[in-house]
């Protein structure tokens, strides 16, 4: 069963726009994690990890600002 997507607020992304997986947003467990990878999610409004499927999601609403 895919996980629900993560849904993030502006203010969890980092200055580009992006988040890092795995990510304590995710509640990922140590030792079922896998190398740290960056996801822009600014670009779209979501991205997915390609290591583990993860959707990280802007919530409704939130908006990225430039130079966030």
């Known amino acids: 069963m895919p996980q629900a997507p993560i849904e993030l607020l502006a203010k969890d992304l980092n200055p580009q726009g992006g988040v890092f997986c795995p990510?304590?947003?995710a509640d990922m467990k140590l030792w079922n994690t896998?190398?740290?990878v960056?996801?822009?999610v600014a670009h779209t409004g979501e991205?997915?990890?390609p290591y583990c499927g993860t959707?990280?999601?802007l919530?409704?609403?939130e908006h990225v600002h430039a130079g966030h």
Do not use: I, N, Q, T
């Open 23 to 25: 990510s304590p947003k």
């Open 34 to 36: 896998h190398p740290k």
């Open 38 to 40: 960056y996801l822009d």
């Open 47 to 49: 991205a997915k990890c």
């Open 55 to 57: 959707v990280y999601r």
């Open 59 to 61: 919530k409704a609403g």
